[in-house]
């Protein structure tokens, strides 16, 4: 009967953990899928250049003002049961944003952007909560998944549009089939009643990361790093073509940034397993970043090279950022509480990084302002990321 049990255990650990890596790749592909194809989308659906570029920055705006109320959420109805309606918003969203009238595009969005908002946040906590002893690599394993399929999101996204039978809206819609799958694997686990520690565990009083260092120390190397993440997402192809690189070679350059950010993903949480604590890491990443955008600036001749350096940085800085919500923290609730701190500021800051760039060129007339601002960050991210990857727990 006993082994009959752990069996049993071992099973529904296995099955967790496949479900929490599905969740994980659900959380970035319905953003990533629309970039390719939004000039489409803007002529099909007529939408002018600021509403263009609202549906573009709508959902990370959505990511930092969710973030705030996701963990009392997930306290309240149990952390399995939220996941599921959030992978289930996603799957509804991502369909309504594909359907021909121009308010379930917007509907669509707000939707499946409210759902992986909530899973950004709680699943951290799950897995700090189920997996204690291995969730720095659980962590990464989902934040691989995460990052692989929305690069093959965004790279299959005009292939797909292109097809004879096709147009945007199935690069869009063709998401669903995931969220789907994702969202039936889940079904098992909305059995689940857990929402809290014991009552035992629950006496030692919770400290806020809002007024702890560590909490301010993860939100910015989170914000900062992300910020540099996004603006060169969004804005390389622009600075490229000012500097000789093609729209095309752009779009080349700006894939290889992503799969070495993904295969860096992987390398990244062994390692994080293995080291005593997140130090080695977090400079590690900030030096990257900082030889990266030093380096597109000073020799753009050179720009792949530059990704390639950048690459490795925002790997390891996505996985590193993100294991310090369960490695710097005492219990899943804490962990959820980090969470949220950490990315209602890193996605406040993932939106107004790509802005101050516009802003900054256009006032500027050049480059050197906007990329002197990413490099100045990325020197931050070697700060930051160095104090919060010290052994110390809120």
Same mark, same amino acid.
């Not at 063709?174 to 929402?195: D, E, K, M, N």
């Not at 600036?297 to 996985?319: E, K, R």
């Given at each position: 009967m006993h082994s009959s049990e752990t069996a049993v255990r071992l099973n529904g650990a296995k099955n967790l953990s496949i479900g929490i890596v599905l969740v994980g790749a659900n959380l970035r592909a319905p953003i990533t899928s629309l970039g390719p194809v939004l000039p489409d989308v803007q002529a099909s659906m007529k939408l002018s250049g600021a509403e263009a570029g609202m549906l573009h920055a709508l959902p990370l705006l959505l990511f930092a003002a969710v973030s705030l109320i996701a963990p009392s959420v997930g306290r309240r109805y149990g952390l399995e049961r939220v996941l599921g309606a959030a992978i289930a918003a996603i799957f509804l969203g991502t369909l309504l944003r594909s359907v021909w009238l121009p308010i379930g595009l917007w509907i669509g969005t707000v939707l499946l952007s409210m759902g992986i908002a909530f899973g950004n946040v709680l699943l951290p906590g799950l897995v700090k909560r189920d997996f204690p002893d291995r969730a720095a690599g659980l962590i990464g394993l989902y934040a691989a998944a995460m990052a692989g399929v929305a690069g093959v999101a965004a790279g299959v996204a005009v292939p797909i549009a292109s097809l004879a039978f096709a147009d945007w809206?199935?690069?869009?819609?063709?998401?669903?089939?995931?969220?789907?799958?994702?969202?039936?694997?889940?079904?098992?686990?909305?059995?689940?009643?857990?929402?809290?520690?014991?009552?035992? $565990?629950?006496?030692? =009083?919770?400290?806020?990361?809002?007024?702890?260092?560590? &909490?301010?120390?993860?939100?910015?190397?989170?914000?900062?790093?992300?910020?540099?993440?996004?603006?060169?997402? #969004?804005?390389?192809?622009?600075?490229? &073509?000012?500097?000789? $690189?093609?729209?095309?070679?752009a779009g080349l350059y700006l894939l290889v940034y992503q799969v070495v950010a993904v295969a860096t993903n992987l390398g990244s949480a062994s390692l994080i397993q293995r080291l005593p604590d997140q130090r080695l890491l977090g400079f590690s990443c900030g030096m990257?970043?900082?030889?990266?955008?030093?380096?597109?600036? =000073?020799?753009?001749?050179?720009?792949?090279?530059?990704?390639? $350096?950048?690459?490795?940085?925002?790997?390891?800085?996505? $996985?590193?950022?993100?294991?310090?919500?369960?490695?710097?923290?005492? #219990?899943? #609730?804490?962990? &959820? =509480?980090?969470?949220?701190?950490a990315q209602c500021i890193g996605y406040g800051g993932a939106a107004a990084g790509p802005l101050l760039i516009g802003v900054l060129r256009d006032a500027t007339g050049g480059w050197t302002v906007p990329l002197t601002l990413l490099i100045v960050a990325s020197a931050l991210v070697i700060v930051f990321a160095t104090l919060s990857g010290r052994k110390r727990v809120i």
């Open positions: 809206r199935w690069s869009l819609g063709v998401w669903a089939v995931l969220s789907l799958i994702t969202l039936l694997t889940w079904l098992p686990q909305l059995r689940s009643t857990r929402a809290s520690l014991p009552v035992a $565990v629950k006496e030692v =009083a919770i400290v806020s990361p809002w007024r702890h260092p560590i &909490g301010w120390q993860v939100s910015l190397f989170f914000a900062l790093h992300s910020l540099i993440f996004y603006s060169i997402i #969004d804005w390389f192809a622009s600075y490229g &073509g000012t500097s000789g $690189v093609s729209p095309k070679a990257c970043l900082l030889v990266s955008t030093t380096g597109l600036l =000073a020799h753009p001749a050179l720009s792949l090279v530059w990704l390639i $350096v950048g690459g490795l940085g925002a790997g390891i800085a996505l $996985v590193t950022s993100l294991s310090l919500f369960a490695l710097r923290t005492r #219990d899943h #609730d804490q962990a &959820g =509480a980090l969470s949220s701190m």
